[in-house]
């Protein structure tokens, strides 16, 4: 599985999230907020994942649980998170231990991989070489084709 990079706002240097790992917590708008990617989603390794809307493996669904019980973080005030079933999954074991409902938000769902979408990462990079580093280099301005 792809580490998701992302940046919190000037609180750290650019942090790898793996797997149902927490970040740092970011300030915004003056609250605290508590970044977390989603757990293991029932997909091969190695697939582009993009917006596809699959559910954790069962490795996912144990890790979510297992996030829940041993929550050594602050207690949430509210729990968001896309409205992408792998997030919602890792989210609510999470909201029932502090009794919360997860509010969804479609604008919090990953980039969209267009024609990568559910196609290995192999496959992309031996078909499409040009195709991909071409987006690469852009990929701040211009999506996925």
């Known amino acids: 599985m792809r580490n998701t990079k992302i940046d919190t706002v000037g609180k ?8 149902g790992q927490l970040a740092s917590s970011v300030i915004l708008g003056g609250s605290e907020c508590l970044l977390m990617r989603h757990c293991a989603p029932e997909i091969a390794n190695g697939l ?52 919360l409902k997860v509010q969804l938000d479609a604008r919090l769902r990953e980039l969209a991989m267009g024609e990568f ?13 040009q195709t991909f580093a071409r987006w690469g280099e852009h990929f701040i301005t211009q999506g996925p084709p």
């Open 48 to 99: 582009c994942l993009g917006q596809l809307d699959v559910p954790l493996s069962s490795i996912g669904a144990a890790h979510a649980q297992k996030i829940a019980l041993d929550w050594q973080y602050p207690r949430p005030d509210w729990i968001v998170c896309s409205d992408l079933r792998r997030t919602q999954q890792t989210a609510a074991p999470i909201a029932r231990r502090f009794n």
């Open 12 to 19: 750290k240097n650019a942090v790898t999230l793996t797997a």
């Open 117 to 129: 979408t559910g196609r290995s990462w192999d496959e992309i990079y031996a078909t499409e070489p």
